[in-house]
């Protein structure tokens, strides 16, 4: 069976934007063209998009995804066996984020107290947290960690936020995300003055969190563009988004954050 773009854009859930893009990049082009200039995909490009969503997943960019896919001697089913690795290993994390929601539940209905410590269980800063005593970071990972502010003790202690701070906290975050996208399809540049005023916005909500001096907020920059776990936060908003704000966030901290 054949798609349009259309269609393959509703089965897959992947965007026709994306799609277009995908095939601007040479990653997945359509099997051909019919006369009316539909692009149609078989089986082969579903599988080969398949393939695109794995890497993606785990966290790969495009350029990265499109080194390895496109190799001569690129072997499907050896790299299934690599995701099927890969899944196992991001099910451990997410039975981890279940665990702390089920905490989180019975720590809010008033049945058992959270440790403050539990509460980031299984997030992107509690992954950069060592599982073994010999496990070491890069020191983009270790600046992010130190940087991280304890949770007080006063009126906004974290059990009196309660779920709808961090609720506000996402909403807010998605929003930023979506600000910046616009300006990326606008075809501002990141060090326009619209885009960094974004940024100047998003340091703001990220110093609430951490202490985003100018080396916390390089190093969260980086991060975006290249830790698997911060580009899952992004890529969903738009495929460029992630080397779009990087690039916004390490001109801010040059200039502002001095």
Avoid at 146 to 158: A, G, I, L, M
Avoid at 175 to 193: A, H
């Amino acid at each position: 069976m054949v798609y349009t773009v259309k269609k393959l854009s509703q089965l897959s859930g992947v965007t026709v934007r994306t799609l277009h893009y995908y095939e601007e990049e040479g990653l997945l082009k359509p099997a051909y063209y019919g006369s009316n200039s539909y692009r149609y995909y078989g089986e082969r490009e579903l599988l080969q998009l398949q393939q695109i969503l794995f890497y993606k997943e785990l966290g790969f960019t495009i350029r990265q995804i499109k080194d390895i896919v496109g190799k001569d001697d690129f072997n499907q089913l050896s790299a299934l066996y690599s995701h099927r690795k890969s899944l196992i290993q991001e099910s451990k994390k997410i039975g981890q984020l279940l665990e702390t929601v089920d905490k989180t539940i019975k720590h809010l209905r008033g049945k058992k107290r959270m440790k403050d410590q539990e509460i980031f269980d299984g997030f992107n800063i509690s992954l950069l947290q060592k599982a073994k005593a010999d496990t070491s970071y890069s020191d983009t990972e270790e600046i992010l960690l130190k940087s991280v502010r304890s949770p007080t003790k006063n009126s906004e202690d974290v059990e009196k936020r309660g779920k709808g701070y961090y609720q506000d906290l996402t909403i807010r975050a998605h929003v930023i995300f979506n600000e910046l996208v616009q300006c990326l399809e606008k075809g501002l540049k990141p060090n326009s003055s619209e885009v960094q005023s974004i940024i100047q916005k998003h340091h703001t909500f990220t110093d609430q969190i951490q202490n985003a001096n100018q080396e916390v907020y390089l190093a969260m920059a980086q991060l975006y563009l290249e830790h698997p776990e911060f580009r899952k936060q992004l890529d969903p908003f738009h495929p460029k988004l992630a080397e779009f704000m990087s690039e916004g966030m390490a001109i801010f901290a040059n200039q502002e954050l001095k």
